[in-house]
């Protein structure tokens, strides 16, 4: 969905190096989701954030840590990057509204490999 | 734990046929359920959801089927084409969880010429 950018899109990095991965969204959304893909899984959630002021852990939030800078900005870091985080890195967000179902909208993702 | 699991990790159906993707769920706490469809090297794409207060939900081309009784959910791809050839997850949002979907495994779907 182009209303929800992530940078970069692609990243190889070495074991202990400090990485930030970048999610920017047009859409207006108050909700914000980063969450993780390994090969063949489904997706879990690391961390997610309702508006600027919130931040909230997910199932598999050790290692890493977010930034909400603005409503449409939300910032995934690894502070030590270690080879099992090698994964694809999937960007969301939502917008909780009277009679929707807070259906998420994911970025293109970013596929991250630590060497 | 509560979970949302697949029955099937692939499925191969015959373009221009019909296509059913299952998916179990162990909560009844559920307050609806989202079907994802993801093409290789994409995001996640919403197809449809249905609330738990409902047993159908038609969308173009797809049709989801929720029975509560047995705890399985279904999504109907009417005449399979080749640009159905994805990954396909449900998702569950639990009633009261605040935040997130539980996620399924996935079901690889391949069109067969």
């Known amino acids: 969905d182009a209303d929800v950018t992530q940078t970069p899109r692609n990243r190889i990095t070495k074991t202990g190096k400090r990485i930030m991965l970048e999610c920017s969204q047009t859409?207006?959304?108050?909700?914000m989701y980063w969450y993780r893909q390994d090969p063949g899984l489904g997706l879990r959630l690391i961390y997610y954030?309702?508006?600027?002021?919130?931040?909230n852990k997910g199932e598999i939030s050790d290692g890493y840590s977010v930034s909400r800078q603005a409503q449409a900005k939300f910032s995934l870091s690894l502070e030590s990057a270690i080879p099992n985080q090698t994964a694809l890195y999937f960007c969301?967000?939502?917008?909780?509204?009277?009679?929707?179902?807070?259906?998420?909208?994911f970025g293109p993702g970013t596929r991250l490999t630590v060497l | 734990g509560e979970s949302v699991g697949l029955h099937l990790p692939t499925l191969s159906v015959q373009e221009g046929d019909n296509s059913i993707i299952n998916c179990a769920y162990s909560?009844?706490?559920?307050?609806?359920f989202i079907w994802y469809k993801q093409e290789s090297g994409k995001g996640p794409q919403f197809i449809i959801d249905?609330?738990?207060n409902m047993d159908k939900r038609q969308g173009q081309r797809v049709t989801v089927l929720l029975n509560k009784t047995v705890k399985h959910l279904s999504l109907q791809i009417a005449a399979t084409q080749p640009g159905d050839s994805a990954v396909y997850f449900c998702?569950?949002?639990?009633?009261?969880?605040?935040?997130?979907?539980?996620w399924g495994a996935g079901t690889k779907l391949i069109i067969k010429p």
């Open positions: 969301a967000t939502s917008d909780i509204r009277a009679g929707s179902t807070d259906t998420q909208y």
């Open positions: 954030s309702f508006d600027v002021k919130d931040i």
């Open positions: 909560n009844s706490a559920s307050d609806y």
């Open positions: 249905i609330r738990s």
């Open positions: 998702a569950e949002n639990i009633r009261d969880s605040n935040y997130q979907l539980i």
């Open positions: 859409k207006g959304h108050d909700r």
